[in-house]
């Protein structure tokens, strides 16, 4: 855009202009409300259309906003239904969006008419002060979902209404993590981060990863279910740089069979059910001893490990919890190794979820880790884990990375070994950083951390299991009238409203022994989430029914 008055009020009505035959283009469906949530927006995906058309606009004004900084847009939904879609925006550091700014995206999904869209638009502008003059840049990809194209078409023509200010990188069909990592890249101009593309990021892991077991493979085969999705692509590219360290098995990989995307395999369906996809367990893929397997979710940014236990066949689940507490006393144990001295220590902590299960916290704080519960969503992990030098974040359902604070980079860069076993150790802990994804949680990145440090202590599945035995557990979905009701607060384990609700929760509690159940209002589908634990599983099917009958009653 030009600064001469005259000029830029010309370019301005043009921009208004193209923008409004963009939006006649992609009209809102009458009747349907949006909610940028903890995933971005996500419904069935021909409700979606005018949603990404929008969407782009907001892009290009964040990225005006901050000086060119590169933003990044996800089309996916995740582990939902192929007919659903989403999409979600990245900010220039990799992370989730400022929260403040999906009220903004909220509020152009919903606009009801091309008249209202041009006016949100513009008071967006001079309310958050974007001076359309700056260049704009934008990464953005999308999963395997039949329909991603057409969402992808709505979302560029977005971006063509500001010509040629706005400049853009398709990055293709690709994981949400990969897309996460070009966006952090990008906006790194010293270029330590890795190079802004998909080769960049298979390049990095992968020789962290030989860095870190190039002497200690070939490891054992891993089965790995990627729920028919991205992570499929993805995980075949990456093999191809793994070389021969670990034998992968990939399955579930169609991606172009119609319906067969998170259908009956996929993370999702191993943590709700409790049990290996019917693919895994016919074809016996872990029937001999100590096999391990693994599930990504539909975009590849969650993970869950398994395997049968070894004289009784049963399903044992490895899940977020499992793998939070197996890193974090590896990467302690890795510190004490490094002997790094007086004021340069470095610290490990774990960030939870309220999902977390009561065993693995209190093997953590046993053991003077400290833990940090937050309310669920990503980012609210990830911010609370950018405080330890060492964040370790899982929820349960296996989102979840580990992040290095600068502070502890630097430390290590500048570590002075004192013997050939602290500078091992401190190679080690560098290369784990660069294996590990810094922007997000990331499936395959979790996973070559999980083969890696099993592979440095000596382990099989077993021997990680035996850490804690989960207390018996039960999440239940309850549907109501109106879930706004439910209130919650301290990281999401009380209720403040309906009033008097938590009293007899906590009443309940108390007749089980290590009784805890907590209840809230979902952030992405229209229930209300109860979560109960307690030492048996009789305790927690008695207090599950009745917490579940109290919500009922006070929902009326
Ligand atoms: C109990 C549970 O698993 N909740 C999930 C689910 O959130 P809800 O707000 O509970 O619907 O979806 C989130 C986004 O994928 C994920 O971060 C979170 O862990
Ligand atoms: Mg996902």
Same mark, same amino acid.
């Given at each position: 855009?030009?600064?001469?008055?005259?000029?830029?009020?010309?370019?301005?009505?043009?921009?208004?202009?193209?923008?409004?035959?963009?939006?006649?283009?992609?009209?809102?469906?009458?009747?349907?409300?949006?909610?940028?949530?903890?995933?971005?927006?996500?419904?069935? !995906?021909?409700?979606?259309?005018?949603?990404?058309?929008?969407?782009?606009?907001?892009?290009?004004?964040?990225?005006?906003?901050?000086?060119?900084?590169?933003?990044?847009?996800?089309?996916?939904?995740?582990?939902?239904?192929?007919?659903?879609?989403?999409?979600?925006?990245?900010?220039?550091?990799?992370?989730? &969006?400022?929260?403040?700014?999906?009220?903004?995206?909220?509020?152009?999904?919903?606009?009801?008419?091309?008249?209202?869209?041009?006016?949100?638009?513009?008071?967006?502008?001079?309310?958050?002060?974007?001076?359309?003059?700056?260049?704009?840049?934008?990464?953005?990809?999308?999963?395997?979902?039949?329909?991603?194209? @057409?969402?992808?078409?709505?979302?560029?023509?977005?971006?063509?209404?500001?010509?040629?200010?706005?400049?853009?990188?398709?990055?293709?069909?690709?994981?949400?993590?990969?897309?996460?990592?070009?966006?952090?890249?990008?906006?790194?101009?010293?270029?330590?981060?890795?190079?802004?593309?998909?080769?960049?990021?298979?390049?990095?892991?992968?020789?962290?990863?030989?860095?870190?077991?190039?002497?200690?493979?070939?490891?054992?085969?891993?089965?790995?279910?990627?729920?028919?999705?991205?992570?499929?692509?993805?995980?075949?590219?990456?093999?191809?740089?793994?070389? @021969?360290?670990?034998?992968?098995?990939?399955?579930?990989?169609?991606?172009?069979?119609?319906?067969?995307?998170?259908?009956?395999?996929?993370?999702?369906?191993?943590?709700?059910?409790?049990?290996?996809?019917?693919?895994?367990?016919?074809?016996?893929?872990?029937?001999?001893?100590?096999?391990?397997?693994?599930?990504?979710?539909?975009?590849?940014?969650?993970?869950?490990?398994?395997? &049968?236990?070894?004289?009784?066949?049963?399903?044992?689940?490895? @899940?977020? @919890?499992?793998?939070?507490?197996?890193?974090?006393?590896?990467?302690?144990?890795?510190?004490?190794?490094?002997?790094?001295?007086?004021?340069?220590?470095?610290?490990?902590?774990?960030?939870?979820?309220?999902?977390?299960?009561?065993?693995?916290?209190?093997?953590?704080?046993?053991?003077?880790?400290?833990?940090?519960?937050?309310?669920?969503?990503?980012?609210?992990?990830?911010?609370?884990?950018?405080?330890?030098?060492?964040?370790?974040?899982?929820?349960?359902?296996?989102?979840?990375?580990?992040?290095?604070?600068?502070?502890?980079?630097?430390?290590?860069?500048? +570590?002075?070994?004192?013997?050939?076993?602290? !500078?091992?150790?401190?190679?080690? &802990?560098?290369?784990?950083?660069?294996?590990?994804?810094?922007?997000?949680?990331?499936?395959?990145?979790?996973? &070559?951390?999980?083969?890696?440090?099993?592979?440095?202590?000596?382990?099989?599945?077993?021997?990680?299991?035996?850490?804690?035995?989960?207390?018996?557990?039960?999440?239940?979905?309850?549907?109501?009238?109106?879930?706004?009701?439910?209130?919650?607060?301290?990281?999401?384990?009380?209720?403040?409203?309906? +009033?008097?609700?938590?009293?007899?929760?906590?009443?309940?509690?108390?007749?089980?022994?290590?009784?805890?159940?907590?209840?809230?209002?979902?952030?992405?589908?229209?229930?209300?989430?109860?979560?109960?634990?307690?030492?048996?599983?009789?305790?927690?099917?008695?207090?599950?029914?009745?917490?579940?009958?109290?919500?009922?009653?006070?929902?009326?």
């Amino acid at each position: 855009m030009s600064t001469e008055p005259g000029k830029a009020a010309h370019e301005h009505a043009v921009l208004l202009n193209a923008i409004a035959d963009g939006a006649n283009e992609y009209p809102k469906p009458e009747q349907v409300t949006y909610t940028y949530g903890t995933a971005g927006f996500r419904t069935l !995906a021909i409700k979606l259309p005018s949603v990404l058309f929008r969407v782009a606009l907001l892009a290009v004004l964040r990225s005006k906003r901050l000086e060119g900084a590169t933003i990044g847009v996800m089309v996916t939904a995740s582990h939902n239904p192929e007919p659903d879609n989403g999409v979600k925006l990245v900010d220039p550091s990799g992370e989730m &969006l400022d929260p403040n700014w999906e009220h903004h995206a909220t509020a152009l999904a919903n606009c009801p008419t091309t008249e209202s869209l041009i006016s949100t638009f513009t008071t967006l502008v001079s309310h958050l002060r974007v001076d359309l003059h700056q260049p704009a840049s934008i990464v953005y990809a999308r999963d395997t979902r039949p329909s991603g194209p @057409d969402l992808i078409h709505a979302l560029e023509a977005g971006f063509k209404a500001f010509g040629a200010s706005v400049k853009v990188v398709d990055v293709g069909v690709t994981t949400t993590p990969v897309l996460h990592h070009v966006v952090k890249a990008t906006n790194d101009k010293s270029g330590a981060y890795g190079k802004p593309t998909v080769e960049g990021y298979m390049e990095k892991m992968s020789s962290a990863f030989k860095t870190l077991v190039g002497n200690k493979g070939p490891l054992a085969p891993l089965y790995v279910d990627c729920a028919n999705g991205v992570g499929a692509n993805a995980l075949t590219e990456l093999t191809k740089y793994l070389g @021969d360290i670990i034998t992968i098995h990939p399955i579930n990989t169609a991606t172009s069979t119609p319906g067969a995307l998170n259908s009956q395999c996929g993370a999702d369906f191993v943590k709700t059910r409790q049990a290996l996809p019917p693919s895994v367990q016919s074809a016996g893929y872990l029937s001999k001893p100590g096999t391990r397997g693994c599930s990504y979710d539909g975009d590849a940014d969650r993970i869950v490990y398994y395997y &049968l236990h070894e004289n009784k066949g049963t399903f044992r689940l490895l @899940d977020g @919890d499992k793998v939070a507490v197996m890193v974090a006393m590896f990467f302690g144990d890795l510190i004490a190794k490094a002997k790094l001295e007086g004021d340069s220590k470095v610290k490990v902590g774990v960030v939870q979820t309220a999902y977390a299960n009561g065993s693995s916290t209190k093997y953590l704080t046993s053991r003077n880790i400290p833990v940090t519960c937050v309310s669920t969503g990503v980012k609210h992990l990830h911010h609370a884990a950018q405080r330890y030098d060492i964040g370790v974040y899982f929820e349960a359902n296996g989102h979840g990375t580990v992040l290095f604070s600068p502070r502890a980079l630097q430390t290590l860069q500048e +570590a002075k070994p004192t013997s050939p076993d602290s !500078a091992n150790a401190i190679k080690h &802990l560098l290369a784990f950083s660069d294996l590990i994804n810094q922007a997000v949680g990331d499936a395959l990145s979790d996973m &070559l951390l999980v083969e890696a440090v099993l592979a440095h202590r000596g382990w099989g599945a077993s021997d990680w299991d035996a850490g804690y035995e989960d207390l018996p557990n039960r999440l239940v979905k309850v549907e109501v009238p109106d879930r706004s009701i439910f209130v919650a607060t301290d990281a999401e384990r009380k209720l403040v409203h309906p +009033a008097g609700l938590q009293e007899e929760i906590e009443k309940a509690m108390a007749k089980v022994e290590m009784g805890r159940s907590f209840v809230r209002p979902s952030g992405t589908e229209d229930c209300v989430r109860v979560y109960a634990e307690a030492k048996s599983q009789v305790d927690v099917e008695t207090l599950a029914k009745i917490v579940v009958d109290l919500v009922e009653q006070f929902s009326q």
